[in-house]
């Protein structure tokens, strides 16, 4: 059965993670504030950052920056990181 949360990234009521994503408070936050639909987004952004700046995790302070990104961007507090990424031209 799923769940419903008003999202605070997207500022609307949708489907909630199944569980918290990360142990500790920030998984918890993360659970009962964010849908699945910006999860993804999360996703999909962290991607990029690890690809992009080369990230390690098994490092313990890029993993640290992680979190950090992933605090402003459902929680803001700052400027993300930006990323060189560019999205694909529609076909036209």
Request: net charge neutral; proline share 7%.
């Amino acid at each position: 059965m799923s769940r419903t949360v008003h999202c605070v990234k997207l500022g609307i009521d949708a489907e909630g993670l199944d569980r918290p994503p990360l142990p500790g408070a920030m998984g918890q936050r993360v659970f009962e504030q964010v849908s699945k639909q910006a999860w993804q987004q999360w996703i999909q952004h962290q991607t990029r950052l690890i690809n992009e700046y080369r990230l390690n995790l098994a490092d313990a302070a890029a993993r640290k920056q992680l979190t950090e990104e992933m605090e402003k961007f459902f929680f803001g507090g700052g400027e993300l990181a930006q990323t060189g990424y560019v999205p694909p031209k529609e076909p036209g």
